[in-house]
Nanobody
């Protein structure tokens, strides 16, 4: 079992960058695919990006493709979300999750263990 812990959120101006980190506790981090989701109050949580256990395969929501990059360092038990060219509509609470990818047509990430979230606010 792992317990993701997010960090790196904050306030940034539109067009700026932030890097989120997620350092799950537990010894089995390297066995899990990892994903990032985000949620705005009153709306459903939405998928942002995911990466497989090895870091070889990544996939993204269309809304962040080309702007966000997910990566991981298994030696440091950490997964990152580099967010560039941020827009006000990226404002949300960002959650890290450990889980698995299922492939039925396209890949879908299923989160099994979730962090508490970190706030990202992008001002216009």
């Amino acid at each position: 079992q792992v317990q993701p812990v997010e960090s790196g959120g904050g306030l940034v101006q539109a067009g700026g960058s932030l890097r989120l980190s997620c350092a799950p506790s537990g010894r089995t981090f390297g066995l899990y695919a990892m994903g990032w989701f985000r949620q705005v109050p009153g709306k459903e949580r939405e998928f942002v990006a995911a990466i497989d256990w090895s870091g070889s395969n990544t996939y993204y929501a269309d809304s962040v493709k080309g702007r966000f990059t997910i990566s991981r360092n298994n030696a440091k038990n950490t997964v990152y979300l580099q967010m560039n060219s941020l827009k006000p509509e990226d404002t949300a609470i960002y959650y890290c999750a450990a889980g698995r990818s299922v492939y039925t047509g396209g890949p879908t990430f299923i989160g099994d263990y979730w962090g508490q979230g970190t706030q990202v606010t992008v001002s216009s």
